[in-house]
């Protein structure tokens, strides 16, 4: 990844790279963004029916409203999705429709439909996807988390930092709040849901791996967000004022999420911080190396931080692991008992929990909507389609990367989202699904192509 020249450069020559100036419209869409983004994780309290459809219309109503205001026809108003994205866009709603129409063809043909009911007299497939209210609802998601990413490409730095601070204040009332909650003893969250894991912090989130998955996240921003240039409350505070805050709001995100006691949020924590600090590396001959050593020193504040609440639990989960857990069989049934097929046309967008009642055995219980491994149910669900989609995204990625504070940091909470999307489902998650598509626009911004656009001809 090349390392260059970022927003570290003068103000007077970032203003006039500007791609867009500032107007009266985005503003409104940045405040709407962090509306959402602060409610969204207040509303994981408990996985519900209820809960679930009002996350999603939250999700899908702040998003769309947020488009709607940074088209505006005002001064600074956005440009439409370009062509790459509307491809993207369309590829993947074509898709969708067809695994939706009532297309008996298709349905006998690419349908997850047991022989058994095929053969059936009185059944008649009509639709290749086996739950098309599930993939309705994922396409409205798909819908809500594009046009996020779209606005956050097209923000000023100005207007993403608001943001940014909105996201790291969140992750600290979630690690606050979850650590204070525990050592309480409170038997709720927000007073609402009782607490399925009153054992472990987990914040306002009902589930102690979705909480950590969420901080690993958003950790490597809290340690950057002091650094980042024209950072609103923090850009003009003393370098060692920004070096306490940046190594103490570590140490309170890595002690509530190590205290989560899960191991895969933990782990994929750790491995976020480790890129992070690879990038910061090769970042430093523009920090001039004053935001390089507040991670190390953050790091081992967070460990210590930790180790003072209490690792034990996680140490202990972690010995404890083994080849047995329910989460690593139901991998090994979609690999052994769905057909090879499935995973090359895909079985319908949320069709995972339709799929798996045909083989889920009886001593594995719970309520499996989804496989546990992201990457997997989305390769199974929308086939060689979604597989090209996402490799799209990443060569996206790879083509506008560079590195600056901000980038680092978002970059390091990615990967580690890579991680978890490996073993648990933080990526259907609406709170976590908001974050990553605010990365995911950020990130994907191609820096050379706004400079081309703005380049006089000679």
Request: charged fraction near 15%; aromatic fraction near 10%.
């Amino acid at each position: 990844m090349p390392a260059s020249i970022t927003e570290d450069i003068p103000e007077p020559r970032r203003r006039r790279r500007s791609e867009t100036p500032a107007g009266l419209g985005t503003h409104a869409a940045t405040l709407v963004l962090v509306a959402v983004a602060l409610a969204l994780p207040l509303m994981m309290g408990n996985r519900t029916p209820l809960t679930l459809t009002a996350s999603q219309l939250l999700l899908v109503g702040g998003a769309l409203l947020a488009g709607l205001l940074a088209t505006l026809p005002l001064r600074g108003a956005l440009p439409p999705p370009n062509r790459a994205w509307l491809a993207f866009g369309a590829v993947f709603t074509g898709t969708v429709l067809l695994q939706v129409l009532p297309l008996p063809p298709l349905a006998a043909a690419f349908g997850p439909y047991p022989e058994g009911l095929l053969d059936h007299p009185e059944f008649s497939a009509r639709h290749w996807s086996p739950d098309i209210g599930a993939s309705l609802r994922g396409w409205a998601t798909f819908v809500a988390l594009f046009t996020i990413a779209w606005v956050a490409c097209g923000l000023r730095a100005s207007q993403r930092n608001w943001i940014w601070l909105a996201l790291v204040a969140m992750a600290l009332f979630q690690a606050m709040y979850g650590v204070t909650a525990h050592a309480a003893g409170v038997d709720n969250i927000l007073g609402i849901w009782g607490r399925h894991n009153p054992d472990f912090v987990h914040g306002t989130f009902s589930n102690r791996n979705l909480f950590a998955a969420y901080l690993a996240l958003l950790w490597p921003l809290g340690v950057a967000v002091w650094w980042i240039r024209g950072m609103p409350l923090l850009g003009r505070l003393p370098r060692e004022l920004k070096a306490a805050g940046s190594i103490m709001t570590a140490a309170v995100l890595g002690a509530a999420l190590f205290a989560s006691a899960s191991r895969l949020g933990s782990a994929a924590a750790v491995v976020g911080v480790l890129v992070g600090l690879v990038l910061w590396s090769r970042h430093s001959h523009v920090l001039r190396g004053h935001s390089v050593w507040p991670v190390y020193v953050a790091v081992v504040a967070a460990v210590l931080a930790a180790a003072w609440y209490g690792l034990m639990p996680l140490a202990e989960r972690l010995v404890a692991t083994d080849l047995e857990e329910s989460r690593l069989e139901v991998f090994v049934l979609m690999l052994q008992e769905f057909p090879a097929r499935w995973y090359l046309h895909g079985i319908g967008l949320g069709g995972f929990e339709a799929a798996f009642k045909q083989i889920q055995p009886a001593h594995i219980s719970g309520w499996y909507d989804y496989a546990h491994n992201d990457l997997l149910q989305w390769l199974l669900e929308m086939g060689l389609v979604g597989g090209a989609l996402l490799l799209v995204v990443i060569i996206g990625l790879l083509r506008s990367a560079y590195l600056s504070t901000e980038r680092v940091a978002l970059y390091a909470g990615l990967a580690a989202l890579a991680l978890v999307s490996l073993g648990d489902f933080s990526w259907h998650i609406p709170a976590t699904q908001v974050v990553l598509a605010i990365y995911l626009g950020v990130l994907l911004h191609d820096r050379r192509r706004r400079r081309r656009r703005h380049t006089p001809p000679s």
